[in-house]
């Protein structure tokens, strides 16, 4: 059983920055992959970023140049760098960490809200 705990989400105005991040805990072997999706009043959840591990970093089309998302596998920790925030980027955020690749067993955390507004 694996444990996320968001933390970082908050109101910021358009064009500011800010920050999540999120530790997993519990009985972890290894990650396939930790990311961040995030979900709009009204509209369905979309991945926003994820890492895979030694590999490469993917972003949605939306979110490229502007967010960043690195980890910390000492910590068990990923990290969502976001900068130049517009208001449609307003949406409860969400990590993910994957464990296993053919059998996947994916653990979320419970979600924090960013608003981005003037």
């Known amino acids: 059983q694996v444990q996320l705990v968001e933390s970082g989400g908050g109101l910021v105005q358009p064009g500011g920055s800010l920050s999540l991040s999120c530790a997993a805990s519990?009985?972890?072997?290894?990650?396939?992959?930790m990311g961040w999706y995030r979900q709009a009043p009204g509209e369905q959840r979309e991945l926003v970023a994820v890492?895979?591990?030694?590999?490469?970093?993917n972003y949605a089309e939306s979110v490229k140049g502007r967010f960043t998302i690195s980890r910390d596998n000492n910590k068990n920790t990923v990290y969502l760098q976001m900068s130049n925030l517009k208001p449609e980027d307003t949406a409860v955020y969400y990590c993910y960490a994957q464990q296993g690749l053919v059998v996947p067993l994916i653990s979320w955390g419970q979600g924090t809200q960013v608003t981005v507004s003037s």
């Open positions: 890492s895979v591990t030694g590999g490469t970093s």
């Open positions: 519990g009985t972890i072997f290894r990650f396939h992959s």
